[in-house]
């Protein structure tokens, strides 16, 4: 089991920033994926962005443009730079990793860290 650490939510005005990060540790052989979801309207959570181990990232629409997802695979950890934040960006933000271990593949989530976007 992966143990998942966020850090870097909070309180901000529009049109600023914040940088979220989120530490992996644990029981893993590899990680696959890293990537950020949010709350969402009509769905269970948004994937935010996401970041497959050797491959480009991919945003979701709303946020393309504004964040970008960075991982350090010596540091098992995923980072998540927000800019020109709107209101709309309010939302606890929820880390997740897709990473082998045993005989198979396996998901687990951080406990969220909270964003706040309002002047």
């Not at 143990?3 to 696959?32: D, H, K, T, W, Y």
């Not at 606890?92 to 005989?103: E, G, I, P, T």
Request: hydrophobic content about 30%; glycine content about 10%; overall charge positive.
């Amino acid at each position: 089991q992966v143990q998942l650490v966020e850090s870097g939510g909070g309180m901000v005005q529009p049109g600023g920033s914040l940088r979220l990060s989120c530490a992996a540790s644990g029981r893993f052989f590899s990680i696959n994926t890293m990537c950020w979801y949010r709350p969402a309207p009509g769905k269970q959570r948004e994937l935010v962005a996401t970041m497959v181990s050797g491959v480009s990232a991919n945003y979701a629409d709303s946020v393309k443009g504004r964040f970008t997802i960075s991982r350090d695979n010596a540091k098992n950890t995923v980072s998540l730079q927000m800019g020109s934040l709107k209101s709309e960006d309010t939302a606890d933000y929820y880390c997740n990793v897709r990473y082998s271990y045993s005989l198979g593949w396996h998901n687990d989530w951080g406990q969220g860290t909270q964003v706040t976007v309002s002047s």
